[in-house]
């Protein structure tokens, strides 16, 4: 565990706040899982820090900064799996450069899909692992992306 986290913080990786670390570590395990292993070194590379976002944003992805920001008072205050859906979608954004799905998708544009996330979790899954594929892509026109 010291030596994972060491290795997530060392000079070739971006910074990692503290408490996103399970979740980075648990989203790379999914994506190894779904057959994403060559999407892991953009997650290690990305700066992920907690931040006071304004408004309703609970996450934010700064695609052409390499960087994710967390909304600090959602981040302590959320589930876990809201942690990891969220932590999931922004990576979507980041690293897979997925545009928003809806209604029932991970990249669904508002709020978390909890308790329903926990429920048909298998479902979602693979909506997210497929969409990596089959979705639109996002046309970056803006410098983030919630
Ligand atoms: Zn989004």
Redesign the pocket.
């Given at each position: 565990m010291l030596a994972l986290l060491l290795n997530l913080r060392s000079t070739e990786k971006g910074f990692k706040a503290e408490a996103t670390i399970p979740y980075v570590e648990r989203s790379i395990e999914l994506y190894k899982l779904y057959g994403k292993s060559a999407y892991v070194s953009k997650i290690n590379a990305l700066e992920i820090r907690l931040a006071n976002l304004s408004g309703k944003h609970i996450g934010l992805c700064y695609p052409f900064q390499d960087k994710i920001e967390l909304d600090r008072d959602f981040w302590i205050t959320a589930t876990d799996a809201e942690k990891e859906e969220v932590m999931l979608?922004e990576l979507g954004?980041c690293v897979l450069d997925l545009d928003?799905s809806e209604p029932f998708s991970i990249?669904q544009?508002t709020g978390t899909l909890f308790p329903l996330y926990t429920s048909l979790y298998q479902e979602f899954m693979d909506e997210y692992f497929d969409c990596s594929i089959m979705c639109p892509k996002v046309e970056w026109d803006g410098s983030k992306?919630?």
């Open positions: 979608h954004h928003h990249m544009a992306y919630d």
